[in-house]
């Protein structure tokens, strides 16, 4: 179950650099929490070309299914969201260490949607799945900000590191701390699990 939570070899990226360019954005923006669901409050840093409402509001969750009572009955939620014409960075942050960030990520992957993601101090997401894996880059984390993947919990540590886990089974995160988890979250288009 752990190989749910592929560690990326020969790819790191400088820690420093992506949490000051975490402040910087942060004076720029807020977080969009898609009209008050906190557990998905995000930055989106890429968007449709020419559309920046591709990156607001309802665009930021996109589609993902859940059991969310005793039924165990899966129900779908949000919509979907067309992953594929996500690739055009967002102009304000283009001076940031992020654009250097997502073009390197662009080399390697096909890229859906690219967010900072933020999961608030004693908070967790539902049980759910997604129709495709993530990309992970911890940003800011504490020891209980932990992410289960099926029956596997793994904590992904800010050191630069890149991680794709595997989305297309029911997992959460939580963070168990009591400070922000900040992680720059990319759907990942071209990733088979084995």
């Not at 920046?52 to 979907?80: H, Q």
């Not at 992953?83 to 102009?91: G, L, N, P």
């Not at 001076?95 to 004693?122: A, C, H, M, N, W």
């Amino acid at each position: 179950m752990m190989n749910d939570f592929h560690k990326v070899e020969n790819l790191k990226f400088d820690i420093s650099k992506l949490q000051n360019a975490l402040k910087t954005v942060l004076q720029r923006k807020t977080y969009d929490d898609a009209s008050g669901t906190k557990y998905i409050a995000c930055i989106s840093l890429n968007q449709i070309p020419g559309d920046p409402d591709s990156a607001k509001g309802e665009n930021v969750k996109g589609i993902y299914w859940t059991k969310p009572n005793s039924s165990g009955k899966e129900e779908v939620r949000a919509k979907r969201i067309n992953e594929e014409a996500y690739t055009e960075f967002v102009d304000d942050l283009k001076d940031t260490y992020f654009k250097e960030v997502y073009d390197e990520l662009s080399k390697r992957f096909k890229l859906g949607r690219v967010r900072i993601l933020l999961k608030e101090p004693r908070s967790t997401l539902s049980w759910h799945r997604d129709p495709e894996p993530r990309l992970h880059i911890p940003i800011i984390t504490n020891p209980g900000s932990i992410m289960v993947i099926d029956e596997a919990a793994k904590h992904l540590p800010a050191d630069g590191s890149v991680w794709i886990t595997n989305n297309l089974k029911y997992h959460n995160a939580f963070n168990g701390g009591e400070e922000n988890r900040v992680h720059l979250v990319a759907c990942v288009l071209d990733y088979k699990f084995n």
